[in-house]
């Protein structure tokens, strides 16, 4: 895990690059754009590059940054009223306002911000070999993709680094798997196949509808649990298209046994062919890790796929796991909002700032990296820091 060092006494200055614009000083297309920030009463306004074809340079700005940020106008250490207060989530604020660029810090004779006050931030970092593991190949691939991108929208870039190590579409016929009547059969749990009874005896199965493009069932005879837990967590397995029949076989088998509460799969060709194909659903991560313990043995011989972005639950990457909040509806629908998709945000951010630095891509995937961690994201697991 990448550490910052103590900040406390470090010399910092307000980047000069930077403006800070006050709400009321806004124009109308930023006005409409910041909407919805109207009435928190801590939002102050936007912090802009003075140079104004730098994009992906305005950032929001809170009266307590902003404050902070008149204040070191004049370099020199930080006020006694943020000393006083002075904790671990401070120190990680003023690393990443630096790496932001938003505040510079002094070493020698200058001043230092963004990548280039890499080394005063941040402690030297012991090798690691667990970067060898497939899930984190894919992930660091996904981010080598991002910052070769030259893609502007940043929604765009998220949107396309949570649909990473999608397999193509040519790997299946066009008229092959385009309804989920036809994905039913090529699971062998259509009408007349042998595993549907099977299936249905344990589970509610529950059809796709627009605004809910999956096949998901959920435990027929409901073991007890808690109805509005804080978190749900998921089991993501993701096998190579062409053995997700027999996986699927042997993964409904064990989570029958389990304490799992729901699972899906992809309704379609498009849905199957994605890595995040099939998810299982807990309501406790000890009973997420059981399931995992006995899937494990079992799908070993089946090549994975593997989801970027996912804490690894074996050696190939055909199982990982995930948590979403349930205050993104995922006990309602399991559908967005999930923390995969905060993560490629928040990656899609980094890439973004990464690329106003016009750095090689080698030094982009390390900075990107490093700013994660200031996300609160550990790049090890990708899991919550």
Known sequence: MIKVKFLLHATFRSNPAFELVEQGNLNPQELRALADLNTDPEFFG????????????????????????????????????????YDDDVNLTMAKLVLEGIFEIQAGQHFYSGFAAHEFLYKAQEASMDRWHPLLEISTAA??????????????????????????????????????????EFLRIGKNNRMNPELLGNWNKHEPNPDYRWISWSRKHSRRRDTRPHSIYKIYISPVLEELPEVFEKTISVLTKSQAFSFKIGMNREGLLRPDKFVSYFTELDQLLAAAEMLAPVLKK????????????????????????????????????????????????????????????????????????????????????
């Open 46 to 85: 936007l912090f802009r590059r003075k140079h104004i074809d730098a994009a992906g340079s305005a950032k929001l700005a809170y009266k307590e940054v902003a404050l902070l940020f008149y204040f070191l106008q004049h370099a020199g250490e930080l006020p006694h009223y943020f000393k006083s207060g």
């Open 143 to 184: 981010i080598q993709y991002g910052v070769l991108l030259k893609e502007a929208d940043q929604a765009s870039l998220a949107s396309k680094l949570y649909a990473y190590n999608t397999m193509p579409l040519f790997l299946v016929p066009a008229n092959a798997l385009g309804t989920w009547e036809e994905v039913e």
């Open 302 to 385: 089946h090549k994975a796929q593997g989801v970027p972005f996912t804490a690894s639950l074996d050696e190939t990457g055909m199982l990982s796991w995930g948590m979403d909040s349930t205050t993104d509806e995922t006990t309602k629908n399991r559908e967005g909002g999930s923390w995969r998709a905060i993560v490629t945000e928040k990656l899609a951010a980094s890439i973004t700032l990464s690329k106003t630095e016009r750095l090689p891509p080698a030094e982009s995937v390390d900075f990107v990296l490093k700013k994660m961690m200031l996300e609160g994201v550990d790049t090890m697991t990708w899991t919550a820091a």
